[in-house]
């Protein structure tokens, strides 16, 4: 049988440490992000694909823009004229479709962002952006049928060259 | 934050009571539990014995076992989790809750059990 010597107290390794920051989650005192209010902070509220797979024939903003304190409606075409369309991953040799652009590839794809003075009327401003979808249909979503060749040819397709 | 206790006597959860009905009602929240700069046991056990990671529902934790230690000084640990029971840790660190709220509880009793 070993014999366990006590480590010396001054370090951390095999004992238990008490955590600095529970004090103030412990008095109500915490502070997460969505605490977090700067001078002249916008919100963010995203629109949705319904649909898993389908053309984006057009978005109307207008109503979205009416509404007050609506700063702005975001597409992924404005992203992509900005050249933000795309965001690289964790990966490096990856990268990710900021919104849809074109078409939705999968249900709840984000398809557009609005952005207001408040959290509210951002919310209720996203519900006014009318997008027109063109449904594709089910024969896309064989699963059983070359996936992995359909998933290829929708990343080449989407501008993805080095698919491995 | 979340659950408040009203009267001393029930945790109740802020969201689910309107204001006119806590009208007249003396209402503590997890900021009125230490006194000053000394921790409520409960607290303390809660930092002591690891029972929150994130802390965003440790107000609620501390807010509804006071209420429980309160008609209940000794509970069982069946009876800790039943009373905890609405509320959600995402970090899931409910045996510490546990454990915290049996230390609490022990250190708060008139006569300390024997453990």
Partial sequence: MAMITE??????????????EDPRFIRGAGRYIDDITLPGMLYLALV????????????????????PGVKAVITGEDLVAANLGWIPTFHGYDKQM?????KALFQYQEVAGV??????????????????????????????RSRRRRTEQALRHHGHQDVR | VCVVVLDGERAVKACTMFAVQADGHAITTVEGLAQGAKLHPLQQAFWDCHGLQCGYCTPG????????????????ESEIRQALAGNLCRCTVYQNIIASVQQAAQQ??????EA
């Fill in chain 1, 98 to 102: 900021v919104l849809a652009v074109g």
């Fill in chain 2, 61 to 76: 934790m501390l807010m509804t076992s006071l209420v429980l230690l309160k008609h209940n000084p000794d509970p069982s």
């Fill in chain 2, 108 to 113: 708060m009793s008139p006569q300390p059990v």
């Fill in chain 1, 48 to 67: 949705h694909s319904p649909y898993p797979h389908a053309r984006i024939v057009s978005i109307d903003k207008s109503a979205a823009l009416a509404m």
């Fill in chain 1, 7 to 20: 480590a010396p107290k001054r370090h951390a390794v095999g004992q238990s440490m008490k955590r600095k």
């Fill in chain 1, 115 to 144: 952005v207001a003075t408040s959290r509210e009327a951002a919310i209720d401003a996203a519900e006014l952006v009318e997008v027109d979808y063109d449904v594709y249909g089910n024969r896309h979503f064989d699963l059983h």
